[in-house]
């Protein structure tokens, strides 16, 4: 008994051996801790960037608004040159359309003039005798199309109708009228006179070479018959006047029909061609003086536009310094705030980090407490059977010792001489075995309690082998492991806490060792096994199963328990979530169970409906896959 009892200490404080409380956290983390988030180079380089985009924003605007003013100068100082030529333009159309007008006027009250003095005593009479003069052959000829394309006479009408002009002035009176017209209009302005009959014929020109020609088509002559003058403004480099050839002159012809006097009734059309040179020259030298005026106001507006250009671009300029000295200062000032917040962020986070550590402690002496209260209870039992037995045992043997002493006195007896004392010591000796109650049975008795000794030493002894599987303190911490050994384990020591209404089922199947730290996958497996158990109220089941599945061990455990509610189903594995009542548990289990498997290239999923149980699986790499997912 002493000799058990010296052991079991032994055992259980190599067994206790202390455990990392941050191994699962500093494994999902990497060899050197989770990764720090670097608050200011981030902030710096952010900002930085965001700032350089606003500044370039910003120029380009201002590059795009000075572009922008440059182009809506430009288009107005193009629209007032447009607007200065137009007016140009338009006041010398306007001087030459009241030029035109002008003389119109006075042609036609020249043409009153002239059919008051001439017509009805002259040109009337002179029109009837060249009335029967045909031209109707003439006409009949057809034109031809000249070099340009358009209808002209051919020489042989030309011919007919200039006959027609000498036959015309073969009339008796023509000189006497020449001589009248000439006359009238020599000192005069008008150049050249012209009379058509009805018929369209030339009865009368100045020029005597067009005397007979045919003006049926003429748009002017057409224009005047109907009753409305027709003017137009023309220049000839040489013209046959009254008073010989000019050069290089301006006229207005002027259609314009004769009315007989006392009438409205027209009798003829009157082709009058007047000399405006001079009036053309001083508009056109008023228009130059316009356009010289307005070549002068856009060289002012010009030179404006690039003064209020200069200085939109020296604002534009300033203002995008100003931008970047705001900038710079927001910069700055954001820059002492984000670095005194990471400041106090890494205080916190090594104070959270403390507090997670020490959470994370609690957790896995939560579970080791548990463990431990249950693995005492099975020792108490063998212990306790063990102590009866052997105590039973001691109490049994001393009924033995004196028979061993008769048979030694017997012993020597036998060696002794003396017959008559032999007599005597026999007698007692025989006396003091007869006195003894002890029989057959009771050796066996005896033998049977010490076997049942040995059987508890022996349950002792494979819970203390499971508690040593179980940490494998004994072992290296990164080693080759047999998933299902370890379950065994487990579930052997989980049965210590588990309520004795759930029952454990155990389904392994044939899959091959992994390489990872064993301890820490034992406590994956403790803390599902335990969370399954407290997931079921009453009577129920733990279905502990593996397979192997597409390149990973799959460990699935399933209870009967009331389920997950969606609503949280996506939250359990947050750090510090529960559904346990407060001072139960920290809420770090299965968030520290999930960055154990994670750390070893594997993952826990979990699949769950409310009223039907849950199912945790934990799929673990095999061979390279595992090795991987540690050096990551």
Not at 11 to 24: H, I, T
Not at 424 to 444: F, H, K, P, T, Y
Not at 501 to 514: D, L, N, R, W
């Amino acid at each position: 008994m002493s000799a058990v009892a010296m052991r079991l200490p032994g055992l259980a404080k190599r067994d206790a051996a202390p455990v990392d409380p941050d191994a699962a956290v500093a494994k999902a983390h990497g060899p050197s801790g989770p990764a720090k988030f670097r608050l200011i180079r981030y902030f710096a380089i952010a900002s930085l960037v965001a700032f350089a985009v606003v500044a370039g924003v910003f120029a380009v605007f201002e590059l795009k608004q000075g572009d922008f003013f440059r182009e809506v100068q430009d288009r107005e100082g193009a629209f007032f040159s447009l607007t200065q030529d137009q007016f140009v333009k338009k006041q010398e159309e306007a001087a030459l359309r009241d030029l035109l007008s002008i003389h119109e006027a006075g042609n036609v009250n020249l043409t009153r003039l002239f059919a008051n003095a001439l017509w009805e005593r002259d040109f009337a009479p002179f029109v009837a005798k060249a009335a029967p003069i045909s031209v109707d052959h003439c006409r009949a000829m057809e034109d031809v199309k000249d070099a340009k394309g358009k209808s002209a006479a051919p020489p042989e009408k030309k011919a007919c109708f200039a006959e027609v002009g000498k036959r015309i002035m073969a009339l008796p009176g023509f000189r006497e009228i020449d001589a009248k017209v000439i006359d009238s209009m020599k000192k005069t302005s008008v150049f050249k006179v012209k009379v058509f009959d009805l018929r369209g014929i030339t009865i009368y020109s100045s020029e005597h070479a067009q005397i007979g020609e045919d003006k049926l088509f003429n748009a002017g002559w057409k224009k005047a018959l109907a009753g409305t003058p027709a003017s137009e403004l023309t220049h000839r480099d040489k013209f046959s006047a009254f008073e010989g050839v000019v050069e290089n002159r301006d006229l207005i012809s002027s259609y314009l029909p004769v009315l007989a006097p006392g009438s409205n009734r027209i009798v003829g059309v009157f082709e009058v061609y007047s000399d405006v040179t001079p009036f053309l020259a001083q508009i056109r030298d008023t228009s130059r003086q316009i356009k010289v005026g307005a070549d002068a106001n856009r060289q002012k507006v010009r030179l404006v536009s690039e003064e209020n250009q200069r200085k939109v671009d020296e604002a534009a300029s300033v203002q995008v310094a100003a931008l970047l000295a705001v900038l710079a200062a927001l910069f700055g000032v954001l820059f002492v705030i984000v670095r005194r917040a990471d400041r106090i962020i890494e205080s916190q986070a090594e104070d959270r980090e403390h507090a997670h550590q020490q959470l994370a402690q609690s957790e896995k002496m939560a579970a080791l407490g548990q463990m431990v209260a249950g693995v005492a209870h099975q020792l108490n039992t063998p212990l306790g059977f063990s102590k009866n037995n052997v105590a039973l045992a001691i109490d049994q043997l001393g009924q033995f010792e004196t028979p061993v002493k008769v048979a030694c006195k017997m012993s020597e007896l036998v060696r002794s001489t003396a017959g008559d004392r032999i007599v005597l010591d026999v007698g007692r000796a025989r006396a003091q075995l007869e006195g003894i109650n002890a029989s057959a049975d009771d050796v066996v008795a005896v033998r049977e309690m010490l076997g049942d000794v040995l059987t508890g030493i022996d349950q002792m002894s494979e819970l203390v082998v499971h508690m040593r599987d179980f940490t494998r303190l004994d072992r290296a911490r990164v080693s080759e492991f047999d998933v299902n050994e370890g379950l065994k384990s487990v579930v052997y020591l989980a049965r210590s806490v588990i309520p004795n209404s759930v029952e454990v089922t155990e389904a392994y199947g044939p899959i091959p060792q992994i390489v990872c730290t064993p301890s820490q996958l034992n406590q994956i497996f403790l803390n599902l096994i335990i969370n399954a158990s407290q997931a079921i109220e009453g009577d129920g089941r733990i279905t502990v199963s593996t397979r192997e599945e597409r390149g990973f061990v799959r460990i699935d455990v399933a209870d009967t328990g009331s389920g997950i509610d969606p609503a949280i189903a996506e939250r359990i594995f947050e750090p510090y979530f529960t559904t346990k009542p407060e001072g139960v548990g920290t809420g770090l289990g299965l968030n520290i169970a999930r960055d154990i498997a994670r750390a070893h290239g594997g993952d826990i999923t979990v699949d769950s409906a409310p009223g039907h149980g849950a199912t945790f699986s934990v799929f673990l790499p095999i061979g390279s896959a595992a090795e991987a997912g540690r050096a990551a």
